[in-house]
């Protein structure tokens, strides 16, 4: 099986205020081989940026946060879903133990994100 292309990103603010990254994905510099990062602190640059693509409104005037929080999935199907293609998922998970989630397709430009900071960190861990 390939997993190339299987690719999962978190960020997590600590109880310090500290920002951490964590990553499981095939990046280009890495000869498209498989790295795990966990938990590396990530600089206050790279958090700014962050927000800086999250403050972007889409072409229906929402931003991805609002548009996760507005989205409504099937609440009515009670069975098990298995998936046989890929899927994506945004989640946010807030202080209180509340969470918003999207099945939805990827923005471009958070993937990019992602990758580039997982290509910039991937070398601190190891």
């Keep these: ?15 310090d205020q ?12 890495n000869d498209f081989t498989r790295i795990e990062i966990d938990n590396c602190c ?3 640059s ?3 940026a962050l927000f800086e ?16 929080r507005d989205y409504k999935s099937c609440k009515k199907c009670k069975f098990i ?8 998922c945004y989640s946010f998970s807030y202080s209180d133990s509340t969470y918003d989630s999207a099945s939805v397709e990827p923005d471009k430009e958070i993937i ?8 910039k960190y991937h070398n601190k861990v190891e």
Excluded: P
């Design 112 to 119: 990019q994100f992602f990758y580039k900071l997982a290509d």
């Design 46 to 48: 790279d958090i700014k």
């Design 53 to 68: 693509i999250l403050k972007k409104k889409n072409d229906k005037g929402k931003t991805l946060l609002e548009f996760v």
């Design 81 to 88: 879903k298995i998936y046989d293609e890929t899927t994506y």
């Design 1 to 15: 099986m390939c997993y190339t292309s299987c690719y999962i990103f978190s960020l997590d603010k600590q109880e």
């Design 42 to 44: 990530v600089e206050d």
């Design 18 to 29: 500290v920002w951490v990254f964590s990553a499981q994905c095939a990046i280009q510099s």
